[in-house]
């Protein structure tokens, strides 16, 4: 995997972060998801990198990145925290503008990066989420059996990572294998890879505080934004799994449209890991999309 790409750490504030870089062209950043690495692009990097210059990151706590020490307000784990990061490596790498395509966790990342630094964003590309502050607050029955995880892991530490820590790939499997297509929807050398990342010491740790962030600190900063009536200026098209949770339980495009500009958007014949399960379909969104 990722042939020809550059293996790359960078130095940002309370993290060293791991990343990919290949390719020509203009920057297009690549944010991944829970439980996974930069590893998840595998399958389209390499006609990407025919038309853009790729950096796929490993978000802090995850892949090859650093895993900083919890702290009490999950600060060093929050959105806000890796938003910094990506605007930080980009900057490094002399791209003050770039393109984001994010899944999962990293598209969360990547709502935040584009309300934080919107300057830095030209267009944004996120693959099944809906707003992190609306899936809470609109979450019933059915979304919180889907999404079982996010109230699991945002219990104070340390029942989680003792829970988790005892046996992380059987985890890792079990959060993969129970969505729509199984873990037969991935290459074996990348399902290695996170198995291998999530058994690196402190993963378990910096995966709890991931979503004890998105359950304290992101959401002050989410309201925050709604009360000042700040929303996402960049162009935004959101992908989301006509056979996954989001888009059973949340009106996704009314979503996104009550707090971004320019929104578009589709269902999209998959489970949630659309760019491992449907890579082809997913470089057609982003080829039209990214065109400008």
């Given at each position: 995997?990722?042939?020809?790409?550059?293996?790359?750490?960078?130095?940002?504030?309370?993290?060293?972060?791991?990343?990919?870089v290949g390719g020509q062209g203009a920057?297009?950043?690549?944010?991944?998801?829970?439980?996974?690495?930069?590893?998840?692009?595998?399958?389209?990097?390499?006609?990407?990198?025919?038309?853009?210059?790729?950096?796929?990151?490993?978000?802090?706590?995850?892949?090859d990145s650093s895993r900083p020490a919890p702290d009490d307000a999950h600060a060093m784990h929050g959105k806000r925290a890796m938003a910094r990061d990506a605007v930080d490596v980009m900057a490094q790498l002399g791209h003050p503008r770039f393109a984001v395509c994010a899944h999962d966790r990293g598209a969360r990342v990547a709502h935040r990066l584009a309300l934080d630094h919107p300057q830095a964003v030209s267009r944004l590309l996120l693959l099944d989420i809906a707003p992190t502050l609306a899936m809470y607050e609109g979450t019933t029955d059915a979304f919180a059996r889907a999404y079982w995880h996010w109230f699991t892991l945002i219990q104070p530490a340390p029942l989680p990572e003792r829970m988790i820590g005892h046996d992380p790939v059987f985890y890792l499997r079990s959060v993969m294998g129970r969505r729509h297509a199984g873990l037969a929807a991935f290459d074996a050398a990348a399902l290695a890879e996170y198995e291998r990342c999530i058994a690196l010491p402190g993963s378990v740790a910096s995966i709890c505080e991931d979503y004890r962030a998105s359950a304290t600190i992101d959401l002050d900063h989410d309201r925050a934004d709604r009360a000042a009536r700040r929303g996402i200026?960049?162009?935004?098209?959101?992908?989301?799994?006509?056979?996954g949770a989001v888009g059973r339980c949340f009106d996704v495009l009314a979503l996104w449209r009550a707090v971004a500009r320019d929104v578009s958007g589709r269902a999209v014949p998959c489970g949630h890991y659309i760019a491992e399960e449907l890579p082809e379909l997913l470089l057609a969104e982003m080829n039209d999309f990214l065109k400008d």
């Amino acid at each position: 995997m990722f042939e020809a790409f550059e293996s790359r750490r960078f130095a940002v504030d309370g993290a060293e972060i791991h990343a990919r870089v290949g390719g020509q062209g203009a920057p297009l950043l690549l944010l991944h998801g829970h439980p996974q690495t930069h590893a998840m692009w595998h399958r389209v990097v390499p006609q990407l990198a025919q038309r853009f210059r790729i950096v796929a990151m490993d978000l802090r706590g995850y892949g090859d990145s650093s895993r900083p020490a919890p702290d009490d307000a999950h600060a060093m784990h929050g959105k806000r925290a890796m938003a910094r990061d990506a605007v930080d490596v980009m900057a490094q790498l002399g791209h003050p503008r770039f393109a984001v395509c994010a899944h999962d966790r990293g598209a969360r990342v990547a709502h935040r990066l584009a309300l934080d630094h919107p300057q830095a964003v030209s267009r944004l590309l996120l693959l099944d989420i809906a707003p992190t502050l609306a899936m809470y607050e609109g979450t019933t029955d059915a979304f919180a059996r889907a999404y079982w995880h996010w109230f699991t892991l945002i219990q104070p530490a340390p029942l989680p990572e003792r829970m988790i820590g005892h046996d992380p790939v059987f985890y890792l499997r079990s959060v993969m294998g129970r969505r729509h297509a199984g873990l037969a929807a991935f290459d074996a050398a990348a399902l290695a890879e996170y198995e291998r990342c999530i058994a690196l010491p402190g993963s378990v740790a910096s995966i709890c505080e991931d979503y004890r962030a998105s359950a304290t600190i992101d959401l002050d900063h989410d309201r925050a934004d709604r009360a000042a009536r700040r929303g996402i200026e960049a162009p935004l098209r959101v992908l989301w799994a006509e056979h996954g949770a989001v888009g059973r339980c949340f009106d996704v495009l009314a979503l996104w449209r009550a707090v971004a500009r320019d929104v578009s958007g589709r269902a999209v014949p998959c489970g949630h890991y659309i760019a491992e399960e449907l890579p082809e379909l997913l470089l057609a969104e982003m080829n039209d999309f990214l065109k400008d």
